[in-house]
C-alpha cells in the first residue's frame, strides 16, 4: 500500500509571521507519526530551509504553482491570503482540503472548515453544517515540543515575553521601554523574522534588567518556567493555555477587538486592549501592577491538547474516502 501523501499549504514569510506555520508543522508531525507522507508549500526560503532539516518534503509556491493538481490523498490550507482558488483546483482534482481558520465563500468546497479557538463562535455557515466544522479547543494544533514541556512547580521567570515570528508593531521594544527599571526577572525570545531588531531590543532588554532568548530557542521549556506572558494574539495564547500559564494579550489590530472582549468575559488569558488605545503611561502601569499581583496558573481548558493528532486523523479519513469513491 502507498504510503497517503497530504499536502500542507502554509503561508510563511516576515509578513505572515510563523503561526500558520508552526500549525501546519503541528499537524505534519501528526501525520508522520501514523506514517503518512506530508509534503509542505510555503512562501520563503528560512521556512523551507528549516522545514527541510526537519526531513519533511518542502516545495516553494513561486516554483511550483501545479502542486495542487499534483494528486494528494488530502489537503490543509492555512494563510492569511483568500483561499478561493486552492479550494477550488484541489476540488477539481478530487482533493479534500482542510481550511483552517477562514470563512471565505468558497470554504463550500471544503471537506471539512477548522477553526481552532479557545472560544469558539460559529457563524451562520457553521451553524448550518456543523458536520463540516471542527471548532473549539479540541481542535487546536499543538507541536510536540510544547505537549512535553514541563510546567515548573515554582516558576522563576516573572515575564516572558514572546510577540510571536515578526512582531510587526515592534510591541516588544515597546513593552521593554514601559519595563525600564521594573527589576524582575525578564526573559524576551525574539522571533525568526525580527533577528534584524536583536541588536536594539538587547539595548533595551539590559535598561530593563531582561534576559534576551538567544536565537532558535525552544520556547515550551521557557513557557513552563514563566508565571506570567506578554504577548499578541495567535498559537501561541493556545501553547500557554495549554501549560496553564496566563498571558498579558496586547493586540496588533482593532480587528483583534472581538478575540480581546471573549477573553476578558472568559479568560484564561486577560486583555491589555489594542497597542494603539494603550498610552505607554498606562502600559507601564499595568505591566507593574500584573507582576506585582500573585502568581495563581490559570485554569486548564478542557480538550485541549491532542487537535493535531485529532486533525491528522481527519486528514488521513477524508482522503480515504474519496479514494473509495473515486475507485
Known sequence: MAT????????????????????????????RELDAAPCFVVDDWSSAARLSAEGFEVLLAAERSGWRADGARAAWLDGRSDPSADLEELAAHGTPSFLDESRVAARERAAAVVQPALHFAPDAWERAH???????AEWIPLAPEVLAAPRAARPDVDLLITFGGSDPRRLTERALRALAGAERNVCVAVGPHMEPR?????RLARRAGARVLPAGTALGPWMGRARLALTALGTTLYELAFLR??????????????????????????????????????LRERLAAELSGPAAPAPAVPGLGGGAERLARRLLGAGAQQGRRSA
Not at 501523501?5 to 509571521?17: F, K, M, Q
Not at 536583536?198 to 538587547?202: D, M, N, Q, V, Y
Not at 482593532?254 to 488605545?277: K, V
Open 4 to 31: 497517503p501523501l497530504v499536502v500542507l499549504r502554509a503561508e510563511t514569510g516576515s509578513a505572515i509571521g510563523v503561526g500558520h506555520l508552526m500549525r501546519s508543522r503541528a499537524v505534519a508531525l501528526a501525520l
Open 130 to 136: 456543523p458536520e463540516r466544522v471542527l471548532g473549539g
Open 198 to 202: 536583536r541588536a536594539e531590543i538587547a
Open 245 to 282: 500559564v496566563p498571558a498579558l494579550v496586547l493586540a496588533n489590530y482593532a480587528a483583534d477587538r472581538t478575540a480581546l472582549e471573549h477573553y476578558a468575559a472568559s479568560g484564561p488569558h486577560r486583555p491589555l486592549g489594542i497597542a494603539d488605545d494603550v498610552g505607554d503611561g498606562e
